[in-house]
């Protein structure tokens, strides 16, 4: 199959392009724009595999994805190209308006007229809101987002169910709920936490550190993400999620356990605006439509992941003294959002 994967220089879509390149003989188109979270070097290696193919571009610039789409005879497209990050979300809005929302549409519209016979929008439970102690979401459950990052997720999804219902496209929602692994950008809980530990820096848990998040490990996303695209019923959403709820400062315990630094690091700083206090997702129908399960416990998981930040320094230290460096001392900085005290 010819496969576009967007956003494939991220997180996500680089631990996705090297599981379809390694596991499956599809050809793979990355359109990515190398945005601050997009980096080549999550690539390394794979330049020259003949069913590998890089172009820089915007998933919104429809000449461009009509183009790519036609070259490369693309059977199926899965969106992963985004804006990711809360904390951003609070400061530039409309960027996430732009790239989640606008950009998909261009994708849905190209993909449409190409007639690609899947489309797999990648989103997330936070399109569900906030839950209480109990509880969880299920596919059905309202869609009540708080942050603009998760609006602009659910506004996406929504786009992508009209361009189903109307234009028959055959679209596909997987929403899965917090990825950790080798590659997530530094700026996220637990690369974050790991490298600061690591470089001896305080490690900034908002609020009480009592917010609960349901973490899987990123090749567990992927192998639920390539079910769906492969068996999953056109017009359905599924939900993803490995029932492995974690308050936050537990998770930081923990990583400072690994790292073997101590817990002295930890500085708890004012809350995120808007904090969702808990998500927790109900998998059921995935495993029971497709079969799938996770195959990473979180022991396992997390101890890889805190062994290929300490083993690849070099590859989180370049990013950190780019460009980021500003956004840190912004956030986390004297006089920053989390920094005030
Ligand atoms: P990321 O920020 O690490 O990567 C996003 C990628 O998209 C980057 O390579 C960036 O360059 C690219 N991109 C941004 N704007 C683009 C545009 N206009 N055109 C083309 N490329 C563009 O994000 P991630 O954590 O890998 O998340 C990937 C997807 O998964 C997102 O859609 C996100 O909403 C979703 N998701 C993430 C998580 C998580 O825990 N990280 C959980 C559920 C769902
Ligand atoms: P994050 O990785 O930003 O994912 P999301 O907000 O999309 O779930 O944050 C995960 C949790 O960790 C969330 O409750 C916010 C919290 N957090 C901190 O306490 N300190 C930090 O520096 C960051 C980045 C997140």
């Given at each position: 199959?010819n496969?576009?994967?967007?956003g ?8 996705h392009?090297r599981?379809?390149l390694?596991r499956?003989?599809d050809?793979v188109?990355n ?11 999550n690539?390394?290696?794979?330049e020259d595999?003949?069913?590998y193919r ?8 429809a000449?461009?994805?009509?183009r790519?789409?036609a070259?490369e005879?693309?059977?199926a497209?899965i969106?992963f190209?985004?804006e990711?990050?809360v904390d951003?979300?609070l ?8 790239t989640n929302v ?7 519209a190209?993909a ?5 016979a899947r489309?797999?929008q ?5 399109v569900?809101g ?5 509880g ?8 009540a987002?708080?942050s603009p990052?998760a609006a602009?997720?659910?506004a996406a999804?929504?786009v992508?169910r009209a361009?189903?219902?109307?234009f ?12 950790y692994?080798?590659f997530q950008?530094p700026?996220?809980?637990?690369p974050?936490m790991i490298?600061?530990a690591l ?11 009592l917010?609960?998040r349901d973490w899987l490990?990123?090749e567990?996303?992927?192998?639920a ?14 939900n993803?999620g ?21 817990e ?8 995120r ?6 998500y927790a997702i ?12 996770p195959?990473?416990?979180?022991a396992q998981g997390?101890s890889?992941?805190v062994?290929w930040?300490?083993d690849?320094r070099?590859?989180w230290?370049r990013i ?5 460096r500003a956004y840190?001392?912004?956030m986390y ?9």
């Amino acid at each position: 199959m010819n496969i576009l994967v967007t956003g494939g220089a991220g997180f996500i879509g680089a631990n996705h392009v090297r599981w379809l390149l390694g596991r499956t003989e599809d050809r793979v188109i990355n359109l990515d724009l190398l945005t601050y979270a997009g980096n080549l070097e999550n690539l390394a290696g794979f330049e020259d595999n003949p069913r590998y193919r890089f172009v820089h571009g915007d998933i919104g610039d429809a000449a461009l994805v009509a183009r790519v789409l036609a070259e490369e005879r693309i059977e199926a497209v899965i969106n992963f190209a985004a804006e990711s990050h809360v904390d951003r979300s609070l400061d530039a809005p409309r960027l996430f308006i732009e790239t989640n929302v606008l950009g998909t549409q261009t994708l849905l519209a190209a993909a449409s007229a190409a007639r690609v016979a899947r489309f797999l929008q990648v989103s997330t439970d936070e399109v569900y809101g906030s839950l209480g102690a109990t509880g969880t979401f299920a596919e059905e459950s309202p869609l009540a987002p708080n942050s603009p990052y998760a609006a602009s997720k659910a506004a996406a999804d929504l786009v992508c169910r009209a361009y189903g219902h109307t234009f028959g496209l055959p679209v596909l929602i997987t929403r899965c709920s917090n990825n950790y692994g080798p590659f997530q950008f530094p700026e996220k809980l637990i690369p974050l936490m790991i490298a600061n530990a690591l470089e001896g820096k305080p490690l900034p848990v908002y609020g009480d550190g009592l917010h609960v998040r349901d973490w899987l490990f990123v090749e567990d996303h992927c192998t639920a993400i390539d079910a769906v695209l492969r068996r999953g019923r056109p017009g359905q959403t599924y939900n993803i999620g490995g029932g492995n709820e974690w308050p936050n400062i537990e998770i930081v315990r923990l990583l400072l356990r690994l790292l073997d630094r101590p817990e002295s690091l930890i500085t708890f700083v004012p809350d995120r605006p808007g904090h969702d206090r808990r998500y927790a997702i109900d998998a059921a129908k995935i495993r029971r439509e497709l079969g799938w399960a996770p195959a990473h416990d979180f022991a396992q998981g997390v101890s890889a992941t805190v062994d290929w930040y300490r083993d690849n320094r070099s590859w989180w230290e370049r990013i950190r003294s780019g460009a980021y460096r500003a956004y840190y001392e912004r956030m986390y900085g004297a006089g920053g959002r989390y920094g005030g005290r």
